[in-house]
């Protein structure tokens, strides 16, 4: 096989897999494999080691596994984390309730969902959340496994 003239990327997922790509071959094409395991599985709040990133920053046990340059040239995205997960700008979904504020009492922990998405709150912002709350800390203390 020679130096390609022209790439195309593709990305395997549940309606699209091996056998789909496979009938490449059959239009002449072939295909060049790049496997990325960190970019694997990080949208979905299944994966431990993605959510304590999420949750912890640069503080979490896994955050050398992933290729997150936490010291970008611009000095305000330093030590943040910036996902691309929204299907809209940050105020219009903001203010059209796009974003919901959850308590996870299993977990004992907070999380911001959007969409499917679910993006862990970092535990030294609980202090201002548990500020505005609506229910008294007591409801919530019960709410937590023994």
């Known amino acids: 096989m020679g130096i390609p003239r022209a790439t195309y990327r593709i990305q395997l997922r549940r309606e699209f897999g091996f056998r789909d790509a496979a009938v490449l071959h059959a239009h002449g094409m072939g295909q060049i494999m790049d496997v990325v395991p960190n970019h694997m599985g990080v949208m979905a709040a299944d994966n431990a080691w993605w959510m304590d990133v999420l949750e912890n920053g640069q503080a979490s046990a896994y955050a050398d596994f992933f ?60 202090a201002p959340i548990l500020g505005q709350a609506r229910v008294p800390l007591q409801s919530l203390a019960e709410a937590l496994p023994a």
């Open 67 to 126: 290729d997150i340059d936490w010291h970008p040239a611009s000095a305000h995205l330093a030590n943040r984390l910036l996902v691309p997960a929204l299907g809209g700008h940050y105020r219009a979904l903001l203010e059209a309730g796009e974003f919901a504020l959850r308590f996870d009492a299993r977990q004992g922990s907070f999380s911001t969902n959007y969409d499917e998405h679910r993006f862990p709150v970092d535990p030294r912002t609980y």
